[in-house]
């Protein structure tokens, strides 16, 4: 069990590097975005399998850190194309959000933060497991999406909200009857993209992400985050869970005009 965590003391995130060193190197994530140094680029299309039919069943877990949602599928949620040689297979998405409305995202943009972000994990097909992909520097895809605060609640997102306090404490676990597809989670566009190469945002801080940053938000609503602010971990109220900013240390950020 990693023992990591966000609020002020030993486990917060200026600490993480005595467990666990690769979390001080140096191509950490996440990082800002500045705009006016990116290169554009306009890449070949990037490809979703799969995304519009319904999983068979979906579990959603408070695991101490973040909510993780498994979807089950008949045929794999998979991605290519785009920054991509090989195809990745869809294993997770989970959140990352923020104690108020200004601040929540890890990576940043122009130094702006928005009050959640949205990951879906994606594992290198290329290697039998994600747990033999953790070890290789192409082994991840994390498709990230920011969201905005709106008045009106985002529907595509009520079971999720509406199951959070069935899952209040750290380890539990319920399922979604309905639940979504992906593609109904995905930005109006997605041909307009940030992408660079990083590490898990979280122990053990692995360097072995490529990044694609959706530029286009999500919509949700003040209480929709808010309740993701009400969940527990191990040592409180897991009021934010975003690692700061991280050094470029020279690395290249490309933008996809599309
Ligand atoms: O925080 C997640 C972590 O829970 C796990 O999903 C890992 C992949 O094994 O990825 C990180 S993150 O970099 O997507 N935040
Ligand atoms: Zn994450």
């Known amino acids: 069990e990693q023992s990591f965590g966000y609020d002020s003391g030993e486990l917060d995130p200026s600490h993480w590097a005595n467990e666990y060193k690769t979390c001080s190197g140096k191509y950490q994530s996440p990082i800002d975005i500045e705009e006016n140094l990116v290169t554009k680029v306009n890449l070949p ?12 069943s979906t579990t ?25 040689t090989p195809t990745y297979r869809f294993t997770q998405l989970h959140f990352h959000w923020g104690v108020n409305d200004s601040l929540g995202s890890e990576d940043l943009i122009n130094n702006h933060s928005y009050p959640m972000e949205l990951h879906m994990v994606f594992s290198n097909t290329d290697y039998d497991d994600e747990k033999i992909a953790l070890t290789k520097n192409d082994g991840l895809v994390v498709l990230a999406m920011f969201f905005e605060i709106t ?47 990083g590490s898990l945002t979280t122990p053990p801080c692995l360097e072995v992400v490529t990044w694609i940053d959706f530029k286009h938000p999500i919509q949700l609503s003040h209480n929709q985050v808010q309740a993701f602010r009400m969940l527990r971990s191990k040592h409180g109220q897991l009021t934010h869970n975003s690692r700061p900013v991280q050094e470029l240390s020279g690395r290249p950020v490309w933008y996809n005009v599309g």
């Open 45 to 56: 299309l990037l490809r979703f399998h799969n995304i519009d039919t319904l999983p068979t």
């Open 60 to 84: 959603i877990t408070n695991n101490g850190h973040t909510v993780v949602l498994q979807l089950n599928y008949t045929a794999p949620v998979m991605i290519s194309g785009g920054p991509l």
């Open 151 to 197: 008045q009106e609640d985002n529907p595509v997102y009520s079971e999720i909200v509406n199951t959070l306090g069935q899952i209040n404490m750290p380890d539990q676990t319920s399922n979604l009857s309905n639940g979504f597809t992906i593609r109904s989670m995905l930005p109006e566009s997605t041909e307009h993209y940030f992408t660079y190469k």
